[in-house]
């Protein structure tokens, strides 16, 4: 079935520091790779997408990478601040835009 | 601008019993999709809505049941609630199925 592993599950840099969350997905028909995050008690916020037909994307100190014949696509953060302090998720989606997510990875960034 | 907004936003219900969460998405989009997050794990898709028609349903009983309005606005509806079914349910909202979606608050569920 549908399914992202994303790897890994905990992530404590120290600020300043880069962080890099990896995911792989297993439908070969999603087209669409959303990175959400999420600080206790709040909603997922969309921070960074991409889609199948580009390979990175950046918006500042944000950029997401994908590779679609390894199935893998990754979030890389730069100058990490404490702030960035949260869960990350990683999804896939396809044309209905059904979001299967992965486990989450816990980001601590560290003064 | 109104984001996706849920109501309730905390619930309380007992073993057994029925509840119905809401959902009113951002104006202007068609498609609602609902989510389980249980504490410590990602959202689980429950269902997705685009024009009123649903378009995939995620591996849950047939306890869950939704449906959308006219409006787009949406219902979750679970039945025979177990202590399980405790957790966070989270609505999306975006233009089309595959655009970005917004996420509601959520609404906090807790079965005793």
């Known amino acids: 079935g549908e399914n992202v592993e994303q790897h890994p599950s905990t992530l404590s840099v120290q600020e300043g520091d880069s962080a890099v969350i990896k995911c792989t997905y297993s439908d070969s028909a999603s087209n669409y790779f959303p990175w959400y995050k999420q600080e206790l008690g709040k909603r997922p916020q969309l921070i960074i997408d991409i889609r199948s037909n580009v390979g990175e994307k950046k918006d500042q100190r944000i950029a997401v990478t994908l590779n679609k014949t390894a199935k893998h696509f990754s979030l890389h953060i730069t100058e990490t601040q404490p702030e960035d302090s949260a869960v990350y998720f990683c999804?896939?989606?396809?044309?209905?835009?059904?979001?299967?997510f992965g486990q989450g990875t816990e980001l601590s960034v560290k003064p | 601008d109104a984001g996706v907004t849920q109501s309730p936003t905390h619930l309380i219900k007992t073993r057994g019993q029925h509840v119905t969460l809401r959902c009113s998405p951002i104006?202007?989009?068609?498609?609602v999709s609902w989510y389980q997050q249980v504490l410590g794990q990602g959202p689980q898709f429950i269902f997705q809505?685009?024009?009123?028609?649903?378009?995939g349903r995620g591996n849950f009983p047939d306890r869950f049941s939704a449906r959308q309005f006219p409006n787009y606005s949406s219902e979750l509806n679970v039945n025979a609630l177990l202590l399980g079914d405790s957790a966070l349910y989270l609505c999306?909202?975006?233009?089309?199925?595959?655009?970005?979606?917004?996420f509601g608050q959520g609404t906090r569920l807790t079965v005793v």
């Open positions: 104006s202007g989009h068609k498609s």
């Open positions: 809505y685009y024009e009123k028609e649903e378009r």
């Open positions: 999804a896939a989606s396809g044309i209905w835009g059904k979001l299967i």
């Open positions: 999306a909202s975006s233009l089309v199925g595959d655009t970005e979606a917004f």
